[in-house]
């Protein structure tokens, strides 16, 4: 069957049916007509109000975007950029997010197995405490202040005795009297300590036990200042070199209780070794002549106890060595220096003076676990000091409008 005869087979069954129906077909045609001359007439009647083309998109935050955002658009202060998103110039809450995201990243005060302000606190102040009462290990100075040394005379230190006369009395030309006060007169430790290190042990800082407590760092620079006179500081003035500039800075470390400046070889803080760099810095001709020489200071005369009865014998010594010529004087101290740097031995000064008892290592430790404090303290500080920042913010947010003050009532 072909295309045509189909399609005119379909138009004769429609016409077929609409003549059998003409009232349907009348209200088919009649009713669009009716509707289409209705709204023609109203539209006659009442014109429409031309309106310009405008975008009445407006966005806003989604829940998913957190509640900061959410709670941002409903403050009235919102200005909208260029796409319709809302911006809050006044807002402070990127600020606020920064400072808690680095309290959170950088500090320690939400972390549950880190100690807290009250257990660094208390830590510290047992390490003040213990380090300002002397209740801690035992260093240089507490040992010299609390341990006497009875009989410490240049015959108990030196390793013969015999030659030490000897050499005094034939190449110093020293009478037998002389030598035997030099020699046999016990010596005062607490003078020699201070002649080294320039202040007396355990009470030339001024402060008493608690002052130490309340104010360490005070008593700390006041040892500090008061070292001024000591030889290790005068010789740290002149720029000394090598193995001198190491023995030099230990006992600088050791008057102060701090740990060795530089990597040391193991053994470098035994009680010979200690001996041995006060023997350096001791034992040199200007010192020797300083002590014996110089009238104002009198310094010979308090480190050594020389009863009353034999002080003009000392008198007489002194003269005979310090009238002569510079040259004569200062040969003779030179052979003095290497004579006792030869004669003294360091062994026997160690056990006289019990040096082994002082804790180097502990004292060392002592104060490092004290520095260890004092900086986690100064994270802590830097932590309250974020977090103070951080309370700062958290009354201003984007609902914060600038009110104008008030005139006031005249």
């Not at 507490?142 to 030490?164: M, V």
């Not at 430790?365 to 100064?378: G, I, K, T, W, Y």
């Amino acid at each position: 069957m072909g295309f045509l005869h189909q399609l005119y087979l379909l138009l004769w069954k429609n016409v077929t049916l609409k003549r059998r129906s003409p009232w349907v077909l009348s209200f088919e045609i009649f009713i669009p007509l009716v509707l289409f001359f209705i709204l023609l007439g109203l539209r006659q009647k009442k014109p429409t109000i031309a309106v310009k083309e405008v975008s009445y998109y407006t966005a806003a935050p989604l829940t998913s975007a957190g509640i900061l955002p959410v709670m941002q658009s409903l403050c009235p202060d919102g200005q909208r950029d260029e796409f319709g998103f809302l911006q809050y110039s006044s807002s402070r809450v990127t600020q606020l997010l920064e400072r808690l995201n680095e309290v959170v990243e950088k500090s320690n005060l939400f972390d549950p197995d880190h100690a807290g302000p009250e257990e660094e606190l208390e830590s510290l102040r047992r390490h003040l405490e213990s380090l300002g009462s002397g209740t801690g290990p035992s260093t240089v100075e507490t040992h010299f202040a609390t341990h006497a040394a009875p009989g410490f005379s240049l015959d108990s230190i030196a390793k013969d005795k015999t030659e030490l006369h000897r050499f005094l009395m034939q190449n110093l030309s020293l009478s037998n009297e002389s030598v035997e006060l030099l020699t046999g007169s016990s010596i005062n430790l607490r003078e020699v300590y201070r002649l080294v290190f320039g202040v007396s042990p355990g009470s030339a800082d001024g402060f008493g036990p608690a002052d130490k407590r309340h104010h360490p760092e005070k008593s700390f620079l006041g040892n500090l200042k008061m070292m001024e006179g000591g030889l290790v500081r005068q010789a740290l003035r002149r720029p000394p070199k090598g193995a001198q500039r190491k023995a030099i800075l230990r006992l600088f470390s050791h008057a102060l209780g701090l740990a060795s400046p530089m990597a040391e070889p193991p053994g470098s803080d035994s009680p010979q070794t200690f001996v041995r760099d006060v023997e350096n810095i001791l034992f040199t001709p200007p010192v020797l002549e300083s002590l014996t020489c110089h009238q104002s200071q009198d310094k010979l005369r308090r480190i050594l106890v020389i009863p009353e009865s034999q002080q003009p014998l000392l008198q007489a010594y002194r003269a005979s060595v310090c009238n002569r010529s510079a040259s004569l004087r200062s040969d003779y101290f030179r052979q003095l220096a290497m004579e006792m740097k030869d004669q003294l031995e360091a062994r026997k000064v160690a056990e006289q003076l019990k040096l082994d008892e002082v804790n180097h290592t502990a004292a060392q430790s002592h104060l490092h676990a004290l520095l260890e404090d004092l900086m986690e303290m100064e994270k802590v500080l830097k932590d309250l000091d974020i977090l103070s920042a951080l309370a700062k913010l958290l009354p201003k947010g984007a609902c914060a409008a600038k009110v104008a003050p008030a005139a006031p009532n005249s």
